[in-house]
Structures are given as structure tokens and as C-alpha cells.
């Protein structure tokens, strides 16, 4: 199932423009002078490094934010917005990443939620998005509770609220970072649809082969200005990155090593039981030196389980876990973290102590290694904080308090504290979710390397990019079991794809 690749030749008039939209926070500018236009029947891309100001643009646009300075044009004449039924009544709708649906009332109950009109006519209503789901191909029963849904569904559910309205532009602010492969498609088909139906769609992404299959232009920010916008059929990824990033990025060439024999984990029949049901059924895996065994799955088939009584958070109900040969079915967290297993998990927020500084949560862990006749030895963490900021490439300083740091160097702040001790055995759980091109390849460089020093990893991850990029094998999860395996020789998208959605299981 491929998107068609169709391009309008003759992009149509611009339909909204951005002009000069300046936004500060405190010391932060997060939009200095920026424009964007986007014309109808285009898909543009909006591209930058974490908190380079993508999110706070198109929310000034929709009415979110209100910017500082600046002007709005819709259809070249000025236009007033200064909240979403303003941006609504100009033919703007938005998808931001946190969805506003109501889960306890029903998809066409949500979607006529809030329409001005004051009596709705629910059979016209309910006809008129029937007629829109089975014209992009949106499975989505309008007559389901929305909390029933899938992330995939809802998300389709705020795409018809906003069609419903009559928009003309579309703002998809990181569409595809809660989706699983085949959902992306679903919405990419659709997203072309609508846009060679004349709507105009702003698309952020980090994912430059979205950019790449979406995108005929792309606007590029960086640390709240725009560096401007390009023709991306005249650029390779390396030139986006370089603009994005302002310098030259290193290429991921990540060392092949072959996976050696000394087991460092196995699981064996491991079953999780909870409320009855269970939660991981009869889970079995091994995970050798050198090696790097990517998890597979829509999010919500058992992955999380699996991450949490692998690290000894939660108590296996059936099987047996074994680290380096000793029996951990039992252990606690610090029988593991003794052991050498690392943990990442995937709410990097709840890891850390956001008001402590960068070099105490590094050390929490361990704080009594740094104990000098009954004081803590300030000195000695900062020499070692400094190394690990250095050797990290992590943009802060040991004081900062964690709190004030960007999304991807949080996350290497605790890759940090977790592979400064060298564990033997690491457990990740989403490392680069929602974290830009840069950061994320710094982050997959550190894995690879853990890998080639010796390392056995269990790398879960909702990105199958991500997975076939460091994996030497990919298993896959659905309603808490492993039901398909794949070697990184017979590694095939779409394959894993299907088996992740529960069919063509191998
Ligand atoms: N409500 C707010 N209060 C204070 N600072 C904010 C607020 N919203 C955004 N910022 C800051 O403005 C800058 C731009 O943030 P923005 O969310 O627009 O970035 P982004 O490009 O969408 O990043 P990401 O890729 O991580 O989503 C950041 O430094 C951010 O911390
Ligand atoms: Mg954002």
C-alpha cells in the first residue's frame, strides 16, 4: 500500500500566510519575525530542532498563542485571530498531539461538539461524516464512544472535527509520532486526499522521509528564526539536517558486530497477570552479548509490562528471569540495578527529578559512592558530571536544574546516569520518542556503541525506522505475546508492519 506520489505542478494561491509572527517567553524567543505561507492544495513541511518554535507558530495560528508581533493573512486579506473559534471561523483547523476529544461521548457527538449552530440536525450531521470517513477511508464508526478507540482512531476523529468545520487549512502538528506503521499510511492517503482536494496542510514532523513523501516545500526553523524554505526534491536529508541543525551532522555508521554467545538475559514461559487478565502470555526471550533485540508492536500489546518486571518493578506471575545466570524472577529494582541491568523508561519525566540539578540526578542512584567522612563530595560528582556532559554532548551545565532542559538532552541526561555504569544488560523503552533528527541519532550512536562494548539491549520502540535501524532482531508483540520474529536479514517493513496490527503472524 503505497501513497500516490501526485503532486499539484501549479501550486494554488496562497491561502494563509504567516508574516513576521514574533512570540517570546521570558528570556526565550521562540518565534523571531518568522513567515510561512501555504497554498492551496500543498502540503508544506515545517521542520526544526526541538524547541526551535514549530508548535508555538502554528499555534499562533490557530489562536493558541497570541503572538507578540505580526500578522495573519487568510486568502491575502488580514485576519484577526485571537483564539480557535476565531482561526475555526477563518477555515483553519488543527490536530495538535494532545487530543481534545471527549472519551465518555460518541465520535459524531464530539465532532458536532461546540458548532455554532444552536439546533444540530444529528441525521445530517451523522450523514455528512459518513460521507467524509468513507471518502478518505477512515474506518471509524461514528456511533462508537470515543473512548473505545485506538490513538490512530481519535486521531481521525479530530481530522473529521476539523473537515466538519470546513476547514481550508490543516495544521498535523507531529502526526505520525503516536502511530504505528500502518496508521501513518492510513493518514498520509487521507492527508493526500484532502489536499488534492484544495485543502492546504501544514505538516510538522521530524521524520524527513515523511517530508520526503508529503512535501514539495519545507520551511525551516532554527532556535526561533526561520532559515527560510526549500524545494525538498533539490536537497538530500544531509542538507535538511544541516539547515535544521546549522552545521554539518555526522552520518549514523553504526559498527557491525556479530551478537556473541554468552547469554546475558533469558526469560523464560514469563506470564504477568492483573485483574484476571494477562498482561504477558508466556513471553520467552534471550538476549546475547553484543546483541540488540528491537520490540516491536502497537503501543498497548504488553511492551510495558514486559519493560517493568524485566527491571524488577513488577512481579512475574508465572516463569523465570535469569541475569548473567542468577535467578532475578523475584528480585527487586536494586537486584537488578546490582546485577547490571540499566533501565530507560519511556516517561523520561517521571525518571527524573525535574527541580534537581543535571549532576545529582546523574548520581542519585548511587550517591553513596560519593560520600567523604559523612559528606557528600560535591567535587568529585562535578568532575565526574563534567566527563559525562562532555562524552554525551549534553547542552547544559551540572547545575542546570533538569527542569530547564530540552526534550532530547533530558533523555541523554539519563543515558548518562544509566551507561556510566556500565551495565550489562540494558532495558529501553521509546529512547527518541518525539526527539529531533540530531538527538535522536546521537541517542542510536550510544546504543550501537553499548551494543559493540558488550551489551545485551532490549530496545522497545514504537518507531520500526528506529527498529530496523539498530536491531539484530526484531520481535513483535500483540495482546501480550510474541507472535512473529524476524531476523535482521529478513527484515521486512512491511511484514512486521502486518504482524504488529495481529495478522500474517509467522
Ligand atoms: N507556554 C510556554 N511557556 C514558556 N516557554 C514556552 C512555552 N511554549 C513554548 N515555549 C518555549 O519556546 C520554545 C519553542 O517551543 P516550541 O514548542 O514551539 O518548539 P517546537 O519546535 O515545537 O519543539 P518540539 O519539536 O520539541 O515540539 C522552546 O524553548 C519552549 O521551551
Ligand atoms: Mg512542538
Redesign the pocket.
Known amino acids: 500500500m503505497s501513497v500516490s506520489t501526485h503532486v499539484i505542478d501549479e501550486p494554488g494561491p496562497i491561502t494563509a500566510r504567516l508574516i513576521d509572527i514574533s512570540?517570546r517567553?521570558?528570556d526565550?524567543i521562540?518565534?523571531d519575525r518568522v513567515c510561512l505561507d501555504v497554498r492551496r492544495g500543498e502540503i508544506v513541511g515545517l521542520l526544526?530542532?526541538?524547541?526551535?518554535?514549530?508548535?508555538?507558530?502554528v499555534?499562533v495560528l490557530y489562536g493558541l498563542?497570541l503572538p507578540d508581533e505580526g500578522r495573519i493573512e487568510i486568502d491575502r486579506a488580514p485576519s484577526t485571530i485571537r483564539k480557535p473559534s476565531d482561526a475555526i471561523a477563518a477555515g483553519i483547523g488543527m490536530v495538535t498531539q494532545h487530543f481534545s476529544l471527549v472519551s465518555t461521548m460518541t465520535v459524531v457527538e464530539n465532532i458536532i461538539l461546540g458548532t455554532s449552530r444552536i439546533i444540530i440536525d444529528r441525521d445530517s450531521a451523522r450523514k455528512k461524516i459518513v460521507l467524509l470517513c468513507e471518502s478518505l477511508g477512515f474506518g471509524v464508526d461514528p456511533d462508537e464512544l470515543v473512548s473505545a478507540l485506538s490513538v490512530g482512531q481519535r486521531q481521525r476523529v479530530e481530522i473529521l472535527k476539523a473537515l466538519y468545520r470546513d476547514c481550508r487549512v490543516l495544521v498535523l502538528?507531529?502526526p505520525t509520532a503516536v502511530l504505528a506503521p500502518q496508521e501513518a499510511e492510513t493518514l498520509f492517503k487521507a492527508v493526500r486526499l484532502l489536499a488534492n482536494s484544495g485543502i492546504a496542510v501544514i505538516l510538522?514532523t521530524?521524520k524527513l522521509h515523511e517530508v520526503r513523501k508529503m512535501c514539495q516545500r519545507v520551511t525551516i526553523?532554527r532556535r526561533?528564526s526561520c532559515v527560510g524554505t526549500y524545494e525538498v526534491a533539490q536537497h538530500s536529508d544531509d542538507e535538511l539536517v544541516e539547515l535544521m541543525v546549522g552545521r554539518a551532522v555526522e552520518h549514523a555508521n553504526h559498527e557491525t558486530v556479530k551478537p556473541g554467545n554468552l547469554v546475558r538475559m533469558s526469560v523464560r514461559n514469563l506470564v504477568v497477570e492483573s485483574r484476571g487478565g494477562r498482561i504477558l502470555d508466556n513471553v520467552s526471550l534471550e538476549i546475547r552479548e553484543r546483541e540488540i533485540i528491537g520490540v516491536a508492536g502497537v503501543s498497548g500489546n504488553g511492551q510495558s509490562a514486559l519493560v517493568s518486571v524485566l527491571c524488577g518493578l513488577t512481579r512475574p506471575t508465572k516463569g523465570k528471569i535469569e541475569v548473567n545466570g542468577h535467578d532475578l524472577t523475584h528480585g527487586k529494582p536494586m537486584d537488578y540495578l546490582n546485577a547490571g541491568v540499566g533501565r530507560i523508561a519511556e516517561d523520561r519525566h517521571a525518571s527524573v527529578i525535574a527541580e534537581m540539578s543535571v549532576a545529582h540526578n546523574i548520581v542519585l542512584e548511587r550517591i553513596d559512592g560519593f560520600r567523604k567522612a559523612g559528606a557528600i563530595d560535591e567535587k568529585a560528582i562535578s568532575t565526574l558530571v563534567q566527563k559525562l556532559i562532555q562524552q554525551f554532548a549534553i547542552r547544559a551545565a551540572p547545575n542546570d536544574p533538569v527542569s530547564s532542559l530540552?526534550?532530547g538532552n533530558m533523555q541523554k541526561v539519563l543515558l548518562a546516569k544509566v551507561l556510566s555504569r556500565e551495565p550489562k544488560v540494558l532495558v529501553i523503552a521509546q529512547p527518541t520518542r518525539?526527539?529531533?533528527v540530531l538527538a535522536t541519532r546521537e541517542i542510536r550512536n550510544m546504543l550501537a556503541f553499548q551494543r559493540v562494548n558488550g551489551a545485551g539491549i532490549l530496545l522497545v520502540s514504537e518507531d520500526l525506522d528506529e527498529l530496523l535501524e539498530l536491531s539484530d532482531r526484531i520481535l513483535v508483540m500483540y495482546e501480550g505475546r510474541i507472535v512473529a520474529e524476524f531476523t535482521n536479514s529478513q527484515f521486512d517493513r512491511n511484514e512486521i508492519g502486518l504482524a504488529m496490527t495481529g495478522s500474517g503472524s509467522r
Open positions: 512570540k517567553f521570558g526565550v521562540a518565534n526544526g530542532e526541538n524547541g526551535a518554535g514549530k508548535s508555538t507558530l499555534k498563542t502538528d507531529e510538522i521530524h526553523l526561533g530540552s526534550g518525539g526527539l529531533d
